[in-house]
């Protein structure tokens, strides 16, 4: 529509040209039809652009540009289309598929900061005794105390994801795949972390606090005293010395219903999870809370029965370990006699529970984090 106006706007300045009478006359027609030209011409570039479909080589040639300066972080851009004469209803890329469903995923939140770029193991000192005032006669000796050190040394273990794709899909897929591949990478990251962080699984490599922890206790959600078991449960981490305000409950979603729907006792209105709080206290959702390993030792399977979990998440710390490196091979023999594309992440990841020796003289009690099971 824009261009029809400009080309009408063009004749009426054509007109104005050929009537004109004198030098300034005819010299403003002329700047008229060349603005409007100018105008015109750059609205039918970006009409072609808009109208050319992507180029699936030029996209893997990108990536491979990207990676070699660092530059790997990309979006899925839809281009707008239209075709002459006519307005599309959504601007987006025609797909000659379906949309794709994304997987179902829940629980990918954590609550605390990884760390990421870290170069090295770092070896965290920690002090495992204190010191203890003495009562003594006037002119007795004091005894002498020693104050013990021991350390924590993270260990990091290398993590990754490969991801083959042929490049006939890569050219009969009408939308950015190689971007979608990375996306899935970025999910499955979080899912490893989640998992990782949540999962009662005894995981060889990294594994979290949780990983093969005893129950401390059994909290019975249809009893009337659940608020209150909730509050004693926080309360013996707190006869330790942590600080009660930086503490987080872990549940799944069913449990959250639950507790949102159960009151606090029978003469108040108010409810054990309420205003985005369970007993007052910040909680997560994650059914990988309810989760061990299968005995392929690969597969998550669920628990036989539920937990409430609560944890101190400043001690466990996350961190990803040097560079995240992203190689997209599409030029390989390898991967050339097989006609795929080849999309290959590499890095390090480390979990360390900063609480397992505190005020132990050495010991190795997890003593930030502890799972209740439900009944």
Known sequence: ???????????????????????????????????????????????????????KNAIIREMLQGVRTDKTEREITLGTTQAKGQILDSG???????????????????????????????????????????????TAALTDQDIN?????????????????SN????????????????????AVKKYLAKKVYSQAAFTGNKGPFSGLNPAGTI??????????????VAQFTDKGFDAAKVCLVMDATTEATLKATKRGDNTSAYVIQDGKCAGYDYVVSHYINTKLHTDNKTLVPTDDKFIAIGYFDFLAVQQHGPVRLVIDATSKAVAVKNVTAVVLNTAF?????SIKLNKKGGTTTQAFALYKLA
Request: aromatic share 6%.
């Open 1 to 55: 529509m824009k261009k029809e106006e400009l080309k009408a706007l063009m004749r009426e300045a054509q007109a104005e040209y050929n009537a004109a009478e004198t030098a300034e006359a005819r010299e403003a027609a002329n700047e008229k039809f060349y603005n409007a030209k100018r105008q015109y011409d750059l609205l039918d570039v970006e009409e072609r652009e808009a109208n050319q479909k992507p180029d």
């Open 92 to 138: 987006a890329v025609m797909l000659t598929i379906r949309d794709i469903i994304p997987t179902l995923n829940e629980g990918l939140g954590l609550p605390l900061t990884v760390v990421t770029g870290v170069a090295g193991e770092e070896l965290y000192p920690v002090s495992v005794d204190d010191a203890e005032v003495e009562e003594v006669g006037e």
């Open 149 to 165: 050190f021991d350390n924590i040394r993270v260990k990091s273990a290398r993590c990754g994801i490969s991801i083959v794709v």
């Open 168 to 187: 006939t899909a890569i050219d009969n897929a009408d939308f950015d795949l190689l971007g979608f591949i990375q996306q899935k990478m970025t999910l």
């Open 220 to 233: 019975t959600l249809a009893s009337d005293n659940v608020y209150e078991k909730i509050l004693t449960a």
């Open 350 to 354: 480390s979990l360390t529970d900063l």
